[in-house]
Every structure is written in C-alpha cells, then in structure tokens.
C-alpha cells in the first residue's frame, strides 16, 4: 500500500519535525570522474597520467562536444558535485571483476545479475535495449490478469464493496475484497521491483534505447549506488488502493515509483529519462468520482535517505513526481539532496516536494505549460522545516499564469532562492508566493552550499543548453 505520505492530493498541514539540520557542508571529495580519450585507448597504461589531468571536464563538456570520450560504465561522481560527492564519495560498481559485469536484455537476466539485495560486491549492470518488467524468466508478456489469477481478485468486485453510498468514507477498505486486492498487488510487485544491492552502477548501454519498462528499481537500505543513461517508463500499478480518507473526496493510491530510495546513501541519478508514456494519465477512468490513479512517483528519496546527487535527468508527463521524504514526521539530520540540471516538462506537482532535509535546486528548467493534460499545480514544496536553496533555475511560464502558483509550503519549511528567472526576466518566486499565501515560506535556511561544482551562474541560457544534454541516449 502507498504511504499516506505519497498520495495524490498533497496536505498543508503543520509540519511535525523539531530537529534542526547542520551548517556549512564540507564533505572531501569523491573520487574523480574516468575518462578515456580516443587517441589513447591503445597505451592506457601510458595514458594514465593525461587521462587523470582532463577529470575536471564534466559530464556536461563531455556531451557538447569535446574530444574526451567516457567509459560510462566505470565513471564515477566527480568531485563536490553535489551531496552524493560527501564523504566517501559515489562510486557504484566501478571495482567490479569480469565476474560481475553484466549486459542484460531481459527481465530474467537483469534478476540475475542484480543478484542478492544483501551482497556488497561491487557490480556494473549495463542495460542493452528496453526491460519489460511484466514478462515471466522465459519472456512471456504478463498483464494484470495474470497477476490477478488465482487471487480472487476482481475490480468489479471491489468496487462494489467499497462503494461510498454502502461502505462509507470514514475508514480504510477492509475485509475480503481488500485482502485478495492486497494478495493481487503483492504478487505484481515480486515480479515487476527490482532491488538493487550495494556497490552497484546500473546503466543504460549507449545507443541501444536501454530503459526498463513498467518496472521499479528499488534502492533500499544500502550505499553507494549509480543508475544513469535509463528511459524508465510505465511504471503502472494494476491494483490501487481506494481510500475514502484521504483528501475530501478520497482518492485511488498506486504503489510503484520509476526509482525509489528508501534508506539509501550516496546515490547519483544521472541522464535519465523519466515519464507515464505511454498509459497517460488522461486514459485513466474514474471510479467513485476519483481518478483510478495507476502511477505513484517518478524518483522518490525517503525512509531517511541521504547524501543523493540527482543531475541531467529529464522528468515528464507525470503527476507525483519527487518525493523527498516518508512524512512531515522524518527525523532530521538526513535527506540532503542535489538537484541539478533537470529538465521538468508536463510535471503537475512534487518537481520535488521537500521534507526535513537540507536540499539544494540549482540550474533546472522549468516548462509549466500544459503537456497532454499534465497541467502544472506548483513546482516546489517546501515542508516539514525543510531547508531548501533554489538558485538559478529557469521557468517558463504561459502568459497569464500566476507566478504564485511556482512554489508550496505548509508554513514551516524554507526556501532562500536567488538568481531564479522566469520567462527570461529576473524573479523573486519566493517574495511572489509570500504575497499570495497566507502560509509564508522562510526565505533563510541553516545552511550553506558547499558542494557546488558545475554551478552555473546564470539561468538564461539553461532552456537551450539542457535541451540536448539532459536526458537518457546522450551519453556516447
């Protein structure tokens, strides 16, 4: 079942959260990125030296052209780019033998080289081609049917025993229809979730169009992961829970995000793509008045994760889509994040929504204009006294929007912003939304960016630039 946390319509209620996070972020350095040019591929050895000395370049300059190529499967998190960089670092699998280097194709084979949740060996996973998630070990296509035999369960039957005018509104479904639901879900997800260990680097073989479809990778309670260059889409949920609570009409819950992060540390999300395609939301139906909603989040940090870099990703045509943090309840001291360099197009709320942490939004861009039915209710949450710098990101607005509408708090969460621009002028978002609210974000935070590389200094050109760097199928 999703939490309460992750629902459709998001609270504004008081947050609950008493700790305070710390100041200025130091952390050293990670290990810096590989690179290997092309003219020495054949005296590596020789080369060591003059590889080492062009680190500092960046995904980035990578991407526009330079003559550097990277081995994408054993790059590494450059150096304070961001806070996936603190402490020890993000490095993945890039230790991994030939034992455990994988190139997979197919649901089974990513099951198989993902291995034991619990085994720390450091592995590389290159994915070649799309996973479709609902297909068995031998490749035949599953669908909800399939998932839903032998359970008992039927949405007609659920529906009739949960409808308001009999059942009520004051209470969670229970009893037969719930457990055989529950039974049906339960049964998708040992199929369709994928776990991912330790030590791990997930990651798309370029050219191939690699993706996993309908499937959720699940990095739960272990460190030092990366996953990039992956089109992650139709992550959908055959089985959403109706509560009749939540919100004053109730809504339907679905339980699988793209990429979720519960408990993780040191994380890098790095140039993947992210959308409902292609099940929109527009081609749900409605079911007691409510959208029967299939699609739970994109990229959700939480369960006290931290020290995560998500960087040139593109996010669209979705709802929920970045959840940081379980609960307005989560202790403090974790969930700090970097978001950098993103592309958010056709997002409706939670680009992200922020809970407790100490999280850091810089040089993204912003397209609220209506994208297949996915109109844009607020860009940033901030709640829970979380800790928000939001510094040189870039909005384009339609004409006659509210710019007020940019931002959402409870009243308890921050967010110092700076440099921000929306349609190609200079905006305060924040100052905007504190006129409009009667529920004010703080403006100052306990903190203060050190991890910063890359940082560009100004918005303006960031819709052109992101264009043709962000994303899965641009890493060569």
Known sequence: MASRSSRRTDSTGTGTSTGTSTGTTTGSAARPTHRRSLRKRRALVAGAAAVAAGVGAGVFVMNAGASPTADVYHETLAAKDGWASSGTGTTGGTKADAAHTFTVSTRAGLVKALGKATDTTPRIIKIKGTIDANTDDSGKKLTCADYASGTGYSLAAYLKAYAPSSYGTSKLPSGTQEKVRAA????????????????????????????????????????????????????????????????????????????????????????????????LDSANPKYFGREYQIHDGALDITKSSDLVTVSRNQFTNHDKTMLIGSSD????????????????????????????????????????????????????????????????????????????????????????????????????????????????????????????????????????????????????
């Open 184 to 279: 049906a879900q339960t049964k998708q997800a040992k199929n369709i979730v994928f776990k991912v260990p330790a030590n791990t680097t997930v990651v798309g073989v370029p050219g191939t169009k690699a993706g996993i479809s309908g499937g959720m990778l699940q990095i739960q309670n272990v460190d030092n992961v990366i996953v990039r260059n992956l089109n992650f889409a139709a992550a959908e949920d055959c089985f959403p829970q109706w509560d009749p609570t939540d919100g004053d009409d109730g809504n339907w819950n679905s339980n699988y995000d793209s990429m979720t992060l519960r408990g993780a540390t040191h994380v890098w999300a790095d140039h993947n793509t992210f959308t409902d395609a292609p099940h």
């Open 329 to 476: 309840s989560e202790p403090a001291g974790k969930l700090r994040v970097s978001i950098h360099h993103n592309i958010w197009k056709g997002i409706v709320q939670r680009a992200p929504l922020a809970r407790v942490g100490q999280v850091h939004i810089y040089n993204n861009y912003y397209d609220v204009t209506t994208l297949n039915g996915y109109a844009t209710q607020y860009s940033i949450n901030s709640r829970a006294k979380a800790q928000v710098v939001a510094e040189n990101n870039y909005w384009k607005v339609p004409v006659g929007a509210k710019l007020a509408k940019l931002l959402s708090g409870d009243g308890t969460g921050a967010i110092k912003n700076s440099g921000n621009v929306v349609n190609g002028t200079a905006c305060d978002i924040v100052a905007l939304f504190n006129a409009a609210s009667s529920k004010d974000l703080k403006t100052t935070v306990n903190w203060t960016p050190a991890l910063t590389a890359g940082l560009e200094s100004s918005a303006k050109n960031l819709p052109k630039s992101l264009a043709t760097t962000t994303g899965a199928g641009v890493l060569k």
